[in-house]
Structure formats: structure tokens, C-alpha cells
């Protein structure tokens, strides 16, 4: 039987005492996209913050636990995590842009961030920054990596953040909102991206995002939210076709159409 890659399970979560996401249990198979859904404040942030350490000084799982490996993550050392998140697990932010050292060329930090995880010289970093710029749809690597952030375009910096999150070959990719800050269009393409990056590399992808239309085009399986409570989760078709839930039903109801990326 294959085991779930990481599995929620009767997970609680506060921030300074006070309860935010309320028994919340699913798994995340290996290979699969699970999407996360629900409106603004739900909780999905903190579900995937919560499995990468990173809930903060006021934040903690209170009950249950976030199963990766064999492991429970809450009670793992803070030191095991962190080389956990350095090898197994990579972020994609909101904003990949405003997540990078501004003043900073594009491949002086990300000669930085691979040297804390392997050992490697400069010009096999480059070049293999190089060639994920290229297969994510970066038409000029190299200037890329001689720009700073201020140089690149919205849609590049969500594809450079993609890049340097796939450099540490992640077993499992969280993206919170990757899109959000982006126009219709690209918005689209980086959705594309990381159905391909799944399909291709097998990474597994945890996504949160607004939009059903998202979820129909690249999701397996989707988790829906509501007041840090689960609504429902299953798969894509199960729970977009045939909701159980009169919430699912008008997120549904209220979804925009992602039109280019289906059939
Ligand atoms: N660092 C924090 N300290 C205190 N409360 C927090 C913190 N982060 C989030 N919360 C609260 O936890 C709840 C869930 O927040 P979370 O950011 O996970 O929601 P979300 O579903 O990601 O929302 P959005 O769609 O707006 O990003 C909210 O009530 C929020 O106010
Ligand atoms: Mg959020």
C-alpha cells in the first residue's frame, strides 16, 4: 500500500492561546497536487505554515499531529526541521519578489542559498540556475541571474522564486497564493508550471489558492476550509462536481473560470 507522503491528522492550531484551524485531518499522497481552499482568514496559511516550522513565537499545533516520513513534525527538534526544510521541503511565497534581499543579484542569492544545502562552486550553480530559468520559461538566463529583483517583472519573480524553490529538489513544494499577485494571464502560465514541474519531476504540491478555477485545472485531491474548520476534502472531481456542503457549493458559485487551462 503506498503511505500518504504527509498526513494531517486531528491537527489544532493557536496563536497566542486562541484556536484558529479545529481538528483537521487529510493526507497528501506522493505525487499529488491537494489544493487548499476557503476564504480569506480560514486558515489555509497556517495548515502549511504549520508543517514547515514556521507558525512563529505566538504560534502552536495543540492537538494532533503533521506526519511526514515517520515523524511527527510539532515535535520535532527545531534543528531537524530546519535541515528538513533545507532539503525535503520548499516555499513559494505570495510574492517571490519581496522575499529576496532587494539590493542582491539574482544568482549571488541563490549561490547563497544552495551553499547552505550542498556543496557546489559558482559556475555549476549557475549553470544549473541556468537551466531551470530555461525549462521554466525564463527566455534570457542569464541575464536573469545578473538582475536584481527590482529588474524583473512580477511573472519572472514568481518564476525565479519557482526556480530557486525546485534548485533544492523538494519532495514536496507549498505554495501559498504563488499567484495572486500576478495578472490573468500569467497568473494562468505559472499555473501551468506547476503542473508541469509535477508531472515531470514528480514533486508533490501543496497549493493554496483562491481560485476553483485553479483547483480544477491541476488539482487531485482539494481541501475546503472554512473558520479553521474542515469543510470537506476529496478528490477534484468528487468534491467540485458533486460537493457534499452548501459552503463548498457557493465558493463554487462564486469561483472565477481559469477557461485557457482546461480541455
Ligand atoms: N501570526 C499570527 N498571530 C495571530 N493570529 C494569526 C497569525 N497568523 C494568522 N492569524 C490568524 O489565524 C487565522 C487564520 O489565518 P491564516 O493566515 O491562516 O488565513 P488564510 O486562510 O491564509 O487567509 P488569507 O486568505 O487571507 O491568506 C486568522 O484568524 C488570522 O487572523
Ligand atoms: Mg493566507
Redesign the pocket.
Known sequence: MIEPLLEYSHVD?S??G?A??HDVSFSVMPGEIVC?V??????????I?AAMGQ??A??CVTRGDIWYGGSSIPDMPARNLRLLCGSDFAFVF?DCLAALAPIRRIGDQIYESMLAHRSINRPECDKLAMDMFSSLGLDDPERVLASYPFNLSGGMGQRVGIAIALLSEPRILFA??PTSALDVIVQAQVIELLGEINEKLGTTILL?T?NMGVVRAIADHVLV?KD?EMVEFGSVDRVLDNPTEAYTRDLLAAAPKLERLEG
Do not use: A, F, M
Open positions: 492550531i496563536y497566542n486562541v484558529v484551524v487548499i476557503g476564504e480569506s482568514g480560514s486558515g489555509k496559511s497556517t495548515l505554515k507558525l512563529g505566538n504560534g505570495q501559498d497564493e493554496v483562491h476550509l479553521g
